[in-house]
């Protein structure tokens, strides 16, 4: 750094007013640190130096996130030009750009200072002590959440209504409180839009007051990974139980606010008598037991769309309704404008404020949920112009390999500096056994016996964890929760043939009423769970040859070989060039 400095000096470059910050620790990021940041004249260069003797896409990857991060959450370098650079040993083969990442060797430092200087200056003080507000993960939410710690007032969350939902489900509660009503209150969303941390915020303010709360989830999974990471039992509790203990047994509950999250999987009247002999569905047997509770009640319902994957949850929105027609007691339905008219005949006020349209997950890729549905439904060409955008303005990548190793490697090259990141296997529930010649034990017993909650929240050396990359969860155990970056193993099961995907869903009992939908859905759990990007896992079977032609064609990147930059080979097997 002190060479390039001089060579920028010699070339006659005005730095008087740059800065030079080694290991900028980025606030609770737990350590997560980039080499160098220049602060040159008006502009942001990020540093990061890699003794490798080769080109690694993962290196790429890691410098462009902390370039990301710092222009997204940190204060004062909003709407600066920030510029990632990764230093090699020697890049004769690779120097230039990967994507918005420019490569160099240290001799070529000054030329990227040079190009990528301002006019202007960052005052270097004001810089260091500027906000920085990262989004945090569900876990991590929740964990602040419930101690007493503020959530950061993440920009992105601000623009996208999250607050003015928290607010708006308060005053309801508070209404309802205060003239003794009670009320149904929808909250609907894409994934990863911040509904469940919309329904813990409810609880958590109501907590610790005379009128309790409770977060429902029919989730067992979310319920599970959250009960362990907040170390209670007391504020998320199984859906299921509530049900048995409140509903079935008539019992009343001493909580005014029920949060029920994912409502539109709550069971229907079919899968309840299969399960306990009653027909009644969930949404029945809440609304009773919410009746009995003494004054005031209000239900608020978490909405997940197009997430529906078990046996029971494909009657949706509808059961609500039905619960609520004809009860003796008036309920005033809060929702959505494009739900009311799922309502007609009920007491219905919509607010536009109880939609989160934009996904938080996946920092700026906020088109991955309708990505992820043209995918799914055969839409190649227009999902290719989405993906598009993911990678050079984003910072979202979409990845896709034949060789596990390869995946593998990526993922633990990526974050091997940075502990707290998570990472691991996924893999459809319709695909059992399929992957067993790949190395991955993705049996039913396999499923059984993972212990989801140190999948999720183990540290990455401990052999329970995601991060040990031995055993996949499904679209059952991954729900509503997050990594950032999963590895998508693609099965047989959702296969592309003849210009169009041949889905073979599992036979279940009961049978589905709908399984090609239900498997679909399965697919847009799984393509949804990543923060930093996604890995694509397709085995070299020529079974899945043409899938891999039409994830390409929708914009997948194969994921580049060591010392190649991407785009710059076809993919082994795959029959389609980059």
Same mark, same amino acid.
């Given at each position: 750094m002190s060479d390039a400095l001089s060579a920028c000096l010699i070339a006659g470059l005005d730095t008087n007013s740059w800065s030079i910050v080694f290991e900028y620790e980025l606030p609770f990021e737990n350590g997560r640190r980039p080499d160098v940041v220049v602060l040159a004249g008006a502009s942001i260069v990020v540093i990061e130096f890699k003794s490798a003797p080769q080109y690694y896409q993962a290196h790429a990857d890691q410098v462009e996130a902390y370039a990301r991060d710092i222009l997204e959450y940190h204060e004062a370098s909003r709407g600066r030009n920030v510029t990632p650079v990764l230093v090699l040993r020697? +890049?004769?083969? +690779?120097?230039? @750009?990967?994507? =918005?990442v420019r490569l160099t060797d240290p001799g070529g430092i000054d030329g990227e200072l040079s190009a990528n200087c301002r006019e202007g200056s960052i005052d270097l003080g004001l810089w260091l002590r500027s906000a920085y507000a990262p989004l945090p993960t569900l876990v991590a939410a929740a964990r602040r959440i419930f101690r007493h710690e503020a959530l950061p007032h993440v920009r992105r969350a601000l623009s996208h209504g999250v607050p003015r939902?928290?607010?708006? +489900?308060?005053?309801?509660?508070?209404?309802?409180?205060l003239r003794a009503e009670r009320a149904l209150v929808l909250v609907t969303g894409v994934p990863g839009a911040g509904k469940t941390l919309v329904g813990l915020r409810a609880v958590y303010e109501r907590s610790d007051i005379e009128a309790k709360a409770t977060f429902l989830s029919g989730n067992g999974p979310l319920v599970k990974v959250l009960q362990d990471a907040l170390k209670s039992r007391v504020f998320v509790r199984d859906l299921h139980a509530f049900i048995k203990t409140f509903g079935i047994q008539g019992k009343t509950p001493s909580q005014h606010l029920i949060v029920f999250d994912e409502a539109q999987r709550a069971?229907? !009247?079919?899968? *309840?008598? !299969?399960?306990? /002999?009653?027909?009644?569905? $969930? =949404?029945?047997?809440?609304?009773?037991?919410? $009746?009995?509770?003494?004054?005031?009640s209000v239900i608020v319902g978490l909405v997940g769309e197009g997430q529906e994957i078990h046996t029971g949850e494909e009657s949706g929105l509808t059961q609500w309704r039905d619960a609520l027609l004809g009860r003796s007691e008036t309920w005033h339905v809060y929702c959505p404008p494009h739900v009311e008219e799922l309502f007609d005949g009920l007491r219905v006020d919509a607010k536009s404020n109880l939609v989160l349209p934009?996904?938080?997950?996946?920092?700026?890729?906020?088109?991955?949920?309708?990505?992820?549905?043209?995918?799914?439904? @055969? @839409?190649?060409? *227009?999902?290719?112009?989405?993906?598009?955008?993911f990678a050079t303005d984003d910072s979202y990548h979409l990845y896709l390999t034949r060789e596990l190793s390869d995946a593998r490697e990526y993922v633990r090259i990526r974050y091997a500096d940075e502990p707290d990141k998570t990472y691991g296997l996924m893999a459809s529930s319709h695909?059992?056994?399929?992957?067993?010649?790949?190395?991955?034990r993705h049996g039913f017993r396999d499923s059984q016996r993972l212990n989801v909650a140190r999948w999720f929240n183990a540290s990455a050396d401990d052999p329970e964890s /995601?991060?040990?990359?031995?055993? =996949?969860?499904?679209?059952?155990?991954?729900?509503?929760? $997050? +990594?950032? *970056?999963?590895?998508?193993?693609?099965g047989t099961d959702y296969a592309w043939h003849g210009g169009q995907w041949i889905k073979k869903p599992i036979q279940r009992r009961p049978p589905l009423d709908h399984p090609d939908q239900i498997l679909e859905n399965a697919y847009r759990v799984l393509l949804t769970r990543? !923060?930093?990007?996604?890995?694509?896992?397709?085995?070299?079977?020529?079974e899945l040859d043409?899938?891999?032609?039409?994830?390409?064609?929708? /914009?997948? $990147?194969?994921?580049?070989?060591p010392s190649q930059l991407p785009g710059q080979r076809p993919i082994a097997g795959a029959g389609v060039s980059a």
């Open positions: 020697d +890049v004769s083969a +690779v120097r230039g @750009g990967a994507g =918005p939902t928290v607010e708006l +489900v308060r005053g309801i509660s508070d209404h309802c409180e069971w229907d !009247r079919r899968q *309840m008598h !299969r399960k306990h /002999g009653i027909d009644r569905s $969930e =949404p029945d047997l809440l609304i009773e037991a919410a $009746e009995r509770v003494p004054g005031w934009v996904s938080l997950r996946s920092h700026r890729a906020e088109d991955l949920h309708e990505w992820v549905r043209r995918v799914l439904r @055969g @839409g190649l060409d *227009m999902a290719a112009q989405l993906a598009s955008r695909s059992w056994r399929f992957f067993e010649p790949q190395g991955i /995601g991060c040990a990359l031995q055993v =996949p969860v499904t679209e059952f155990q991954c729900q509503g929760l $997050e +990594v950032d *970056m999963p590895i998508v193993c693609w990543g !923060r930093d990007g996604v890995v694509i896992f397709v085995p070299p079977v020529a043409e899938t891999v032609g039409a994830l390409i064609g929708s /914009g997948v $990147e194969p994921l580049p070989e």
